[in-house]
């Protein structure tokens, strides 16, 4: 098949930005006049409309802008319940600990979502997957973590699968047994952690696309997530690491030796880590939303990032505790104000950077002849107005697999 040959379907008249360049404005990013051609839910044809092949079908995009379908690469979009009567208690001064030490926080969640149904956990997540669908996200991950003993995390990454049935959607699962310890090890985080290596993780392995653990003082020590992550690779699965989020356990670089797809938060991340992620190819995931609802004032080291080019995705971690946000566009209006990103980078972290974070760099993420065609389609004037309004969502259509 070559470039020229008649595509099922062709917009026309757009500008796109790719997100195969470096920078907005390195005309490696941008065509204008651009068309898109389609065969097969893949992309056949990028470029100049003037040089587009035939199409059966074609849809006239009147100078609007097509960016890839966006990605969210962090969330916990599926779980039981929600956590606002805490957000209460925190704004009359209770403190994110103290409601955890009280038996909220984490293991709250857990309870409502042990004590929900398969089918009431998709029915609770759809509103929100719906949220992010409606701002142009055509990939989305989801994370376990909140089942944390065998049959709820199978009940968890089982829903999380079946989002994709029900929307057109692709759905990238995690597995988060490592999230917090259930009250039944209580005191016995070792044991907690030979449990998920000997019974929950070969159990789960064909449910996930990937193991995620919390490295911190409130989740699980290095020592622990190196345990865990020598049985994911065992098992076949990469990993990816919540790390350096409260403090700096040096949780990154355990990840990057792992070779992890990611690591992700890293707001008390240090120059021996980010040398590590670069080294390995590692992601880093930002997740502004969190850093905005805890009111953290510790900012990621972007500069440092940055300068080892290091990938930086954003993500919105849709989670009913730390970032209660199902907007991706909003993400990337945090981070721009609260972090510094650039609109190039927020752009690149939603898209290439994101797909990256997932390990799905060869299917999505770009506008380029190959991958699935999954298109955003904005009523925009520049690719800045994504990232400069707040709660105005200017997508004209999404196109996922082609259609
Ligand atoms: N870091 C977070 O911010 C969330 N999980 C994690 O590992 C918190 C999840 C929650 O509070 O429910
Ligand atoms: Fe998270």
């Given at each position: 098949?070559?470039?020229?040959?008649?595509?099922?379907?062709?917009?026309?008249?757009?500008?796109?930005?790719?997100?195969?360049?470096?920078?907005?404005?390195?005309?490696?990013?941008?065509?204008?006049?651009?068309?898109?051609?389609?065969?097969?839910?893949?992309?056949?044809?990028?470029?100049?409309?003037?040089?587009?092949?035939?199409?059966?079908?074609?849809?006239?995009?009147?100078?609007?802008?097509?960016?890839?379908?966006?990605?969210?690469?962090?969330?916990?979009?599926?779980?039981?319940?929600?956590?606002?009567?805490?957000?209460?208690?925190?704004?009359?001064?209770?403190?994110?600990?103290?409601?955890?030490?009280?038996?909220?926080?984490?293991?709250?969640?857990?309870?409502?979502?042990?004590?929900?149904?398969?089918?009431?956990?998709?029915?609770?997540?759809?509103?929100?997957?719906?949220?992010?669908?409606?701002?142009?996200?055509?990939?989305?991950?989801?994370?376990?973590?909140?089942?944390?003993?065998?049959?709820?995390?199978?009940?968890?990454?089982?829903?999380?699968?079946?989002?994709?049935?029900?929307?057109?959607?692709?759905?990238?699962?995690?597995?988060?047994?490592a999230?917090?310890?259930?009250?039944?090890?209580?005191?016995?985080a070792d044991?907690?952690i030979?449990?998920?290596?000997?019974?929950?993780?070969?159990?789960?392995?064909?449910?996930?696309?990937?193991?995620d653990g919390f490295c911190e003082g409130i989740g699980f020590s290095p020592a622990q997530i190196e345990r865990l992550f020598v049985?994911?690779?065992?098992?076949?699965?990469?990993v990816?690491l919540h790390a350096e989020q409260l403090s700096n356990l040096h949780g990154a670089a355990l990840a990057a030796r792992f070779?992890a797809?990611?690591a992700?938060?890293?707001?008390h991340l240090d120059?021996a880590g980010?040398?590590a992620?670069?080294?390995?190819?590692?992601?880093?995931?930002?997740?502004?939303?969190?850093?905005?609802?805890?009111?953290?004032?510790?900012?990621?080291?972007?500069?440092?990032?940055?300068?080892?080019?290091?990938?930086?995705?954003?993500?919105?971690?849709?989670?009913?505790?730390?970032?209660?946000?199902?907007?991706?566009?909003?993400?990337?209006?945090?981070?721009?104000?609260?972090?510094?990103?650039?609109?190039?980078?927020?752009?690149?972290?939603?898209?290439?950077?994101?797909?990256?974070?997932?390990?799905?760099?060869?299917?999505?993420?770009?506008?380029?002849?190959?991958?699935?065609?999954?298109?955003?389609?904005?009523?925009?004037?520049?690719?800045?107005?994504?990232?400069?309004?707040?709660?105005?969502?200017?997508?004209?259509?999404?196109?996922?697999?082609?259609?």
């Amino acid at each position: 098949m070559t470039m020229r040959e008649r595509c099922e379907r062709l917009w026309t008249d757009a500008r796109l930005w790719t997100g195969l360049g470096t920078g907005l404005g390195t005309g490696l990013d941008l065509i204008e006049r651009g068309a898109i051609g389609m065969r097969g839910g893949v992309i056949a044809y990028v470029g100049p409309m003037a040089e587009a092949p035939d199409a059966e079908q074609v849809i006239d995009c009147a100078g609007r802008w097509i960016t890839p379908g966006l990605i969210d690469c962090h969330t916990h979009l599926v779980h039981g319940g929600d956590r606002a009567a805490e957000f209460e208690m925190r704004l009359a001064g209770a403190s994110y600990e103290e409601i955890a030490r009280a038996g909220g926080g984490i293991v709250s969640t857990m309870r409502a979502t042990r004590a929900a149904s398969e089918e009431e956990l998709v029915a609770a997540a759809l509103p929100r997957l719906d949220a992010l669908i409606a701002e142009g996200v055509t990939t989305v991950e989801v994370k376990s973590g909140y089942g944390l003993d065998l049959e709820n995390e199978v009940k968890m990454l089982r829903a999380a699968r079946r989002l994709g049935g029900e929307r057109p959607v692709s759905v990238a699962t995690s597995f988060l047994g490592a999230h917090a310890l259930p009250p039944e090890f209580a005191g016995d985080a070792d044991g907690y952690i030979d449990h998920l290596i000997g019974e929950v993780l070969p159990r789960v392995a064909s449910l996930a696309d990937a193991v995620d653990g919390f490295c911190e003082g409130i989740g699980f020590s290095p020592a622990q997530i190196e345990r865990l992550f020598v049985a994911a690779k065992r098992s076949g699965l990469p990993v990816k690491l919540h790390a350096e989020q409260l403090s700096n356990l040096h949780g990154a670089a355990l990840a990057a030796r792992f070779g992890a797809l990611s690591a992700d938060h890293l707001e008390h991340l240090d120059e021996a880590g980010v040398a590590a992620m670069a080294g390995a190819g590692t992601a880093a995931v930002l997740l502004p939303g969190a850093f905005y609802f805890m009111r953290d004032t510790k900012v990621p080291p972007i500069e440092a990032l940055r300068r080892a080019g290091v990938p930086m995705a954003l993500a919105t971690d849709c989670n009913p505790g730390t970032s209660p946000l199902t907007s991706l566009l909003l993400a990337m209006n945090m981070g721009a104000t609260l972090f510094g990103l650039t609109v190039e980078e927020c752009l690149a972290g939603v898209t290439r950077h994101a797909a990256r974070a997932l390990g799905l760099q060869d299917r999505v993420g770009t506008l380029e002849a190959g991958k699935r065609c999954d298109l955003a389609i904005w009523d925009i004037e520049r690719p800045a107005q994504l990232v400069y309004r707040m709660g105005l969502n200017p997508l004209h259509a999404r196109v996922w697999r082609g259609s």
